[in-house]
């Protein structure tokens, strides 16, 4: 039997600070569930010190999870690690995970703290969370710009002191493959009580090696990765969870281990963040892009249509794709519509199941396909976003050649209809001005895109907006068969995030 790496899901926290991945409570939670599902064995739900609406989220997420233990970030404070708790301490099995900068550009500039004053921190700090659970995780933070015999210290004395899992992050993105698997291996090697907890390793994508770095991690003795669904995160993002997976899977004659992943959930998996955090993946991601399997070259699409294994190296269904192509019509039943939907990795209630169902209907009169990706679009429109200021409720628009375009809207603003009509440039113009002014708002512009969802004219568009106010910036996405009312739904979307964002908080590095 091969060996085990746990997979640990940083999405919901290092995702989550990926600019414009703001997510709600709900949305979190959806998302936990799916990870959940998708079978990551820690899920880290957030840094509940950062602030009040991330003790929330934490808490809630914390009762959601059934499987997969519940990890909350915490600095090396008493006061971080006691606020962690409470958080999680309603989750089946709670982490605390706690981290302090061991690196001597951190220590002198961000912490002013000596070497002797940071090894006391993280025997305090780890002795604290012990005292809560058992399942401590300690993190190095800016771990690979560390003085490696600093570093044995610091591992000893956090496994000294009852931490049961040892992470060694590539806070800032710089390590090199080799450099950092000559790093785990020091660790393994030099640090004395090293068999007492497992190896964990962080990496950062600023140079493009997050996922080459977190293999060669586990090449030289870690077996726990912190990854994210897509590989978002900060700057240039964090490993893709999906690349690893299916690294390990593809070439498990060389690296022999195995996780828990459930393969086949990959794809919904990571549309689902995508279609929550309104961000398309790119069509050239590895895995997960639009064109990761589209054999476009000649030579290529004779041989896969000979012998696929000729240029594929994994399928599209193991990994959960669907092909994309005609699932549910204008007379399919609720029965069909269940079953597309848990086809992609979605279990409803029946009353969520039967309001999925009638907008399946209400499009099927608007357009005669309907798309896997239209279902999609519409569970996020009818169970998962949760239109928390500002709300849509009618709108009607005049363009053409000889018309001035003009929009009719009534929206509900803070549980009050208010109504109101506008001219602009074009209709999309007009609506926007409505909607400020309604709401007495003028964020700036910063894009507008629209895509088809799927091919044909009655296809349903998709936009996504971001605005900015002040030094915030928001997405927003909204999907409708017409691109107007899209607009206004994706407009409406950004500035629900814009109102969410103005609460303050505190983002961690690690
Ligand atoms: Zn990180």
Not at 6 to 14: C, Q, S, V
Not at 121 to 136: C, D, L, M
Not at 305 to 320: F, H, Q, V, W
Request: glycine share 8%; proline share 3%; aromatic share 6%.
């Amino acid at each position: 039997m091969s060996e085990k790496i746990y997979i640990f899901d940083t999405t919901l926290r290092d995702g989550e600070q990926s600019p414009g991945a703001t997510m709600n409570t709900e949305e979190k939670k959806r998302l936990a569930r799916q990870l959940d599902n998708l079978g990551v064995d820690v899920i880290e739900a957030g840094f509940p010190a950062a602030s009040e609406g991330d003790f929330e989220a934490v808490k809630e997420i914390s009762k959601v999870v059934e499987n997969a233990q519940v990890a909350a970030l915490c600095r090396a404070s008493d006061a971080d690690i006691d606020r962690g708790f409470e958080a999680i301490k309603g989750a089946r099995y709670p982490r605390i995970h706690t981290f302090i900068a061991t690196s001597d550009i951190h220590m002198q500039h961000k912490l002013g703290m000596s070497r002797e004053e940071v090894i006391a921190a993280i025997k305090k700090s780890v002795s604290r969370a012990r005292e809560y659970t058992h399942n401590v995780e300690f993190s190095a933070e800016d771990a690979s710009r560390s003085d490696w015999d600093f570093l044995v210290q610091v591992v000893e004395t956090a496994i000294d002191a009852g931490a049961t899992t040892i992470n060694i992050p590539d806070t800032v993105g710089y390590a090199q493959p080799e450099e950092f698997g000559d790093l785990i291996r020091y660790l393994k090697k030099n640090v004395k009580n090293i068999d007492n907890a497992i190896l964990s390793v962080h990496c950062h994508n600023d140079l493009g090696l997050a996922t080459a770095n977190t293999l060669a991690g586990i090449r030289a003795g870690a077996r726990q990765v912190e990854v994210t669904l897509c590989g978002i995160g900060e700057r240039a993002g964090n490993t893709a969870l999906e690349e690893v997976v299916m690294a390990l899977h593809v070439r498990n004659s060389y690296y022999g281990f195995e996780t828990n992943i459930k393969k086949e959930l990959l794809y919904p998996a990571c549309r689902l963040l995508s279609m929550i955090i309104g961000m398309p993946i790119p069509a050239y991601k590895a895995i997960i892009g639009g064109n990761a399997f589209a054999h476009e070259a000649g030579i290529h699409q004779h041989g896969v249509l000979k012998n696929r294994l000729t240029y594929e190296i994994m399928t599209p269904e193991s990994i959960g794709r669907p092909p994309s192509e005609l699932v549910l019509g204008k007379h399919s039943g609720r029965h069909a519509c269940k079953q597309q939907l848990e086809n992609l990795g979605y279990k409803l209630t029946p009353e969520q199941l039967d309001k999925v169902f009638k907008a399946v209907k209400d499009l099927a009169d608007k357009k005669k396909q309907i798309f896997l990706e239209d279902l999609e679009a519409l569970v996020l429109e009818e169970i998962y976003r949760i239109p928390d200021k500002y709300k849509l409720k009618y709108l009607c628009s005049i363009s053409g050649n000889m018309a001035i375009p003009t929009a009719t809207l009534k929206m509900e603003i803070d549980g009050m209809d208010e109504q109101i009509s506008e001219f602009g440039v074009g209709p999309v113009d007009a609506v926007f001005n409505a909607i400020s002014k309604l709401i007495g708002r003028q964020p700036k512009l910063v894009k507008f895109s629209i895509n088809a969802i799927t091919g044909g004219t009655d296809a349903q568009g998709e936009v996504t907006v971001i605005l900015e106010e002040g030094n915030k910036t928001a997405i927003g996405r909204g999907s409708d068969p017409d691109i107007i009312v899209a607009s206004a739904k994706a407009y409406i979307n950004a500035l629900n995030r814009l109102a969410r964002k103005q609460e303050e908080k505190v983002w961690a590095k690690v």
